[in-house]
Nanobody
Framework: VQLQASGGGLVQAGGSLRLPCAAS????????MGWFRQAPGKERELVAS????????NYADSVKGRFTISRDNAKNTVYPQMTSLKPEDTAVYYC???????????WGQGTQVTVSS
């Protein structure tokens, strides 16, 4: 599966952004999707994930209550949504796909999110 991310940009603290990630292929529902970020000088971290069916979601403690992830398998798209943004959310954000329980092996291009104070 190939992934194409969109969205991102500059936003003030407290603002919101959505980062749709569209996938090619006919078996999108077989892939769990992850949403990662990497800030300068830090390792890439998993922010949120959603199973292929969309029935289960997990979030990093740092974003719980502020970020949500959803998907529309008919449109082959996952929708990471960020609200109540903080300057520490500034990072390059990536979507990733994993087939079943395998490791994430498919990546979209990163998109920069910058939150100003």
């Amino acid at each position: 599966v190939q992934l194409q991310a969109s969205g991102g940009g500059l936003v003030q603290a407290g603002g919101s952004l959505r980062l749709p990630c569209a996938a090619s292929g006919r078996t999108f529902s077989a892939y769990g999707m992850g949403w990662f970020r990497q800030a300068p000088g830090k390792e890439r971290e998993l922010v949120a994930s959603i199973t292929g069916s969309g029935s289960r979601r997990n979030y990093a403690d740092s974003v719980k209550g502020r970020f949500t992830i959803s998907r529309d398998n008919a449109k082959n798209t996952v929708y990471p949504q960020m609200t109540s943004l903080k300057p520490e959310d500034t990072a390059v954000y990536y979507c990733g796909a994993r087939y079943g329980a395998l490791e994430y092996a498919n990546w979209g291009q990163g998109t920069q999110v910058t939150v100003s104070s």
